[in-house]
């Protein structure tokens, strides 16, 4: 076979030369797709497979790298939440907001994307938005930077989740948790940018088709990322993906159903509405309303067990 390949390279490149190679019979695509499926592919065998010298300390490197990554992303959203926070009690103005939102969340999140090679499109066209949108959109409209950045609440939570996905107990806290703020303010975000263009647009002002294209894009992007946690919570812990199962058949859930109304109800009432929404007393009820949700994970992770293993070992035992 090797003498074979290097008479048939050496044909090649006489012909390349302009010399005459041997005669050889013509053939059809069909049959020269089938000599080339059914060639020697050992050298591109090999290359596909790079070889590690040690892969348990490979595999070890892999998981403390990936560990690492989610402690930065967490540090990173922790400062967005605690900056959304301060911004939505009056802690923080607007210019403040955006100074640490871009200069200290999004280079943070951005440098640990591409150092840990977690760099992807949506992570692209989410950060080029964020910038666009803080450097070329009326200072009129920079509330609504607030408002998009809620989302890195649940994103706290789902970092958690993965790195302690190892732990069944907190695996289903931090999973519900994620699921029960990450479906309202999905809601809520897109449909106040949609709501504010629909308004703007009624108004024969230009801007409104921005915004829808925002909201577009953001409703986009939020879709990807609830399809890609959707995958790989259930790939990874089938056994505590009730919520996740749940919000991908929402039309099926009647709690999701509620959950996205509610946050385009929000945003309803803050547009069209114009009502003043007491703070602190929205603040309180929405803990309330995640804690309830959540006071089987909460058991769980005060008796150090979780709830339905604890059903299943006092079934065994009985």
């Known amino acids: 076979k090797r003498e074979r390949e290097r008479k048939r390279e050496r044909d090649f490149s006489l012909e390349e030369e302009g010399c005459p190679g041997p005669p050889r019979t013509p053939i059809n695509s069909k049959a020269k797709l089938a000599l080339t499926m059914n060639s020697e592919t050992s050298y591109a065998k090999k290359a596909e497979k790079p070889f590690i010298r040690f892969p348990d300390k490979f595999e070890a490197a892999k998981k403390v790298n990936s560990k690492n990554f989610r402690r930065l992303i967490i540090l990173a959203n922790f400062i967005s939440t605690v900056n959304c926070l301060g911004y939505f009690f009056g802690y923080v103005d607007q210019i403040n907001f955006w100074r640490i939102e871009m200069f200290a969340v999004q280079s943070c999140k951005m440098l640990a994307e591409v150092v840990y090679n977690k760099f992807g499109l949506d992570l ?32 706290t939570f789902q970092n958690l989740y993965f790195l302690c996905r190892h732990d069944t107990t907190r695996a289903k806290l931090f999973s519900g948790l994620f699921w029960t703020i990450w479906l309202p303010i999905v809601a809520y975000r897109n449909s106040i940018a949609f709501f504010l263009g629909a308004k703007y647009i009624l108004a024969e002002q230009a801007f409104g088709r921005v915004l829808i294209g925002l909201g577009a894009l953001g409703a986009t992007l939020d879709v990807f990322w609830t399809r890609e946690f959707l995958d790989a919570q259930i790939s990874i812990h089938p056994e ?4 996740a199962r749940s919000a991908a058949k929402f ?27 007491p703070r602190l007393q929205f603040f309180l009820t929405v803990v309330a309303l995640v804690l309830g949700l959540n006071w089987r994970n909460l058991v769980g992770i005060s008796r150090g067990t979780s709830p339905r293993n604890t059903k299943r070992t006092a079934r065994v035992s009985s």
Not at 240 to 243: C, I, M, R
Not at 254 to 267: F, K, N, R, T, W
């Open 124 to 155: 692209f066209v989410h950060h080029t938005c964020m910038f666009l949108f803080y450097f070329l959109v009326p200072e009129t409209f920079l509330w609504l930077g607030p408002q998009g950045n809620m989302i890195h609440i649940p994103f």
């Open 240 to 243: 505590e993906s009730d919520w």
């Open 251 to 277: 039309y099926l859930s009647p709690l999701c159903l509620i959950l996205l109304g509610g946050g385009s109800y929000m945003a309803h009432l803050i547009v069209w509405k114009d009502v003043s929404v």
